[in-house]
């Protein structure tokens, strides 16, 4: 199994940046990619960013292209997510995902799932 814990919400005025955090633990070495999904009230799961191994191609979302950036830290097993000029509809949980090899933007294939952290963004 994998865990997955998540840090970095809060709140942040539209234009502002957050960066969250994803640390994973246990059997990492079965992990073919890492993607952050969203979720906002009232609205499904959807994809935001991935990053598929092994050549670490990232891969967005369009409504976040130019804006987020994920990148990872192989030494410590951690994904981040950097998000630039926020929008009030950025606002929802963010989860982190981890799966074996296979389609990144698929959320239906990633098997292990981070509790969530909040992102509001204030217009």
């Known amino acids: 199994h994998v865990q997955l814990v998540e840090s970095g919400g809060g709140l942040v005025q539209a234009g502002g940046s957050l960066r969250l955090s994803c640390a994973a633990s246990?059997?990492?070495?079965?992990?073919?990619?890492m993607g952050w999904f969203r979720q906002a009230p009232g609205k499904e799961r959807e994809f935001v960013a991935a990053i598929s191994w092994p050549n670490s191609r990232p891969d967005y979302a369009d409504p976040v292209k130019g804006r987020f950036i994920i990148t990872e830290d192989n030494l410590s097993h951690t994904l981040y997510l950097q998000m630039n000029s926020l929008k009030p509809e950025d606002t929802a949980v963010y989860l982190c995902a981890a799966r074996r090899p296979g389609p990144a933007r698929v959320l239906e294939g990633y098997e292990y799932w981070g509790q969530g952290t909040q992102v509001t963004v204030s217009s």
């Open positions: 246990g059997r990492v070495m079965t992990i073919g990619a």
